[in-house]
């Protein structure tokens, strides 16, 4: 069949392109890699700053990487020119602009629905990743001021008062960067910063310190409005509020339980995939690599191994 892939990869994060590099030197000769984006690592594009540090050790987790793909400190745009290298195979068709709304096991074969048509595949890996849909807070945000709530720093124009809301990486390297022409403010629920790696913790309490911003600990939100000039006023359970120009969410991101579903994958009583120790679903011959398997997140050199792990899984059952 024309459309018969040896494997099809939806998502195209480190775990999908290690993927598709691993199953090149496997031996597979058809090779179809889907992403949603118009290019390849939408999550560094989209949430790393520019020349932000990627490193191999990812908040202390120190990885030994056993497959065929090598990975090794960088920077935003060394680490997107080293993947972009990596998916230039020909055996590797890629569909950018392309959503998959469901893949499902037609006898031994996988079809996968995308918004480009149907394709038919003999494995299929899931890789889409976490941050594709990040978390939102409880209350409501108003329709009114959606245009300045944000889940990334690309919309700020400069010059504003600036809310970022979280406490790990992402929103400790968000706040600081954002110091360099707007007034910012990091909320965090906690007393402390628990879960940043120590170049962060380093650069927070420099920047607290030296009050270049403010680290307001065990704060919690009740609700934001609209101040009624395009503002957000953001309401504390203090009792107090403060008005911003904007505010930036940095929660996470969150597993797509309704994805999974529609592809029959069992998930357990929190919603989150079963899947075995060579990160196959309880779909025979679909698997899962990369963040969505972490319950709070995973580096990319694991998600690496997590290809490397699959591939000689399904080469092996051959």
Not at 28 to 54: A, C, P, W
Not at 247 to 261: E, H, K, M, N, S
Request: contains cysteine; aromatic residues 10%.
């Amino acid at each position: 069949m024309e459309n018969l892939y040896d494997i099809a990869i939806v998502g195209g994060g480190p775990g999908g392109i290690a993927s598709a590099v691993e199953a090149s030197i496997f031996g597979m000769e058809k090779i179809l890699f889907i992403e949603k984006g118009d290019n390849h690592s939408q999550t560094i594009r989209q949430y790393y700053k520019d020349s932000k540090r990627v490193d191999k050790d990812w908040q202390g987790q120190e990885v030994n990487i056993k497959g065929n793909v090598e990975f090794f400190d960088g920077t935003k745009e060394s680490t997107l020119d080293y993947f972009e290298t990596l998916l230039d195979d020909e055996s590797i068709d890629t569909l950018f602009n392309t959503e998959v709304s469901g893949v499902n096991k037609d006898g031994d074969q996988f079809v996968v629905a995308t918004s480009s048509g149907e394709y038919r595949a003999k494995n299929v890996i899931i890789a889409i990743g976490r941050m594709g849909k990040p978390n939102k807070p409880s209350y409501k945000i108003p329709r009114t001021i959606k245009s300045v709530i944000n889940f990334n720093p690309h919309d700020c124009r400069g010059h504003e008062k600036i809310l970022v809301v979280g406490g790990g990486d992402t929103a400790v390297e968000y706040a600081c960067h954002l110091t360099k022409d707007n007034v910012v403010t990091l909320s965090y629920r906690k007393d402390e910063f628990a879960r940043i790696n120590d170049i962060n913790r380093e650069m927070i309490t420099k920047y607290d310190q030296e009050e270049i911003l403010r680290v307001r600990y065990s704060t919690n939100i009740d609700s934001i409005e609209n101040n009624h000039e395009g503002k957000v006023k953001v309401n504390y359970s203090n009792g107090f509020y403060t008005v911003y120009d904007r505010v930036i969410y940095a929660l996470g991101g969150t597993t797509p339980v309704d994805f999974l579903r529609s592809c029959n994958i069992d998930l357990d009583e929190d919603g989150q995939p079963i899947f075995s120790d060579t990160h196959e679903t309880s779909v025979e011959g679909l698997y899962m690599v990369g963040d969505i398997v972490f319950d709070s997140g995973g580096s990319i050199a694991m998600a690496i191994n997590h290809a490397h792990d699959v591939l000689s899984d399904i080469v092996g059952e051959k």
